[in-house]
């Protein structure tokens, strides 16, 4: 039974628009992550948070932002939205503390898949 | 700078045998934890197994273990009596400060 959800599951939208997915966990975890991924291929991380108020660039350039002003919410939004932006985005949340059981244990959500045409 | 290779892109092997899956990493820490997950076709990426570094004993989940060599810098998945549920990509991962994921792997386990 996943813990994280992320709403849309998948979202076909024109170029242009505005849209944000969703992401919602509730196992109290202070790191959320996105990452993005072409079907069948590597994850390339494009933003985290350490908890609230704390966002940080990942690895992968994006032009989405990200905002944490609750723990348990990690949303995503690209304000114009490009055909190359068409990908499947998967969000990730993890325990912070160290020498923990569930320390740097990633639990991922479902995905949400982007067309935009 | 940590890295992660997985040098097998795509595997494939008959129901019931056993597969290795390579993964090779790079980390500068000696506080590490290293990781094998499993993405199933069309489903959500899920924990198989996790080792911490410090540990020489080589973690075992049923049918899943790893071969933590920590001199070479490898970190190995076997999975023992494979079944058609096993089918996915595997994802190695390194974290110390920052998580690192390998490329991944394709494994089709073929009836």
């Known amino acids: 039974e996943a813990d994280i959800y992320q709403t849309p599951r998948y979202l076909v939208i024109g170029t242009g628009k505005k849209i944000t997915l969703e992401c919602s966990q509730t196992m109290g975890h202070d790191k959320m992550y996105w990452y993005q991924q072409d079907p069948g291929m590597e994850l390339h991380l494009i933003h985290y948070?350490?908890?609230?108020?704390?966002?940080e660039k990942g690895d992968l350039s994006s032009e989405s932002t990200v905002s944490r002003i609750r723990t348990e919410h990690f949303p995503l939004t690209l304000e114009s939205a490009r055909p190359s932006h068409t990908s499947q985005y998967l969000c990730?949340?993890?325990?912070?503390?160290?020498?923990?059981?569930?320390?740097?244990?990633?639990?991922f959500g479902a995905g949400s898949r982007l067309t935009v045409l | 700078a940590q890295t992660v290779t997985q040098s097998q892109p795509e595997m494939s092997v008959q129901e019931a045998e056993t597969v290795t899956l390579s993964c090779t990493y790079d980390t500068s820490e000696n506080n590490y934890y290293l990781f094998w997950y499993k993405q199933p076709p069309s489903r959500q990426m899920i924990l198989v197994i996790r080792?911490?570094?410090?540990?020489?004993q080589n973690a075992t989940e049923n049918r899943f273990s790893v071969n933590f060599q920590k001199a070479a810098k490898s970190f190995s998945l076997k999975i023992s009596d494979s079944q058609l549920g096993d089918t996915a990509m595997y994802f190695c991962?390194?974290?110390?400060?920052?998580?690192?994921f390998g490329k991944g792997t394709r494994l089709h386990i073929l009836p």
């Open positions: 991962a390194c974290v110390d400060d920052k998580i690192i």
């Open positions: 948070s350490y908890g609230v108020n704390s966002t």
């Open positions: 080792q911490e570094a410090y540990k020489q």
């Open positions: 990730a949340s993890s325990e912070l503390g160290q020498g923990t059981s569930g320390a740097n244990v990633l639990t």
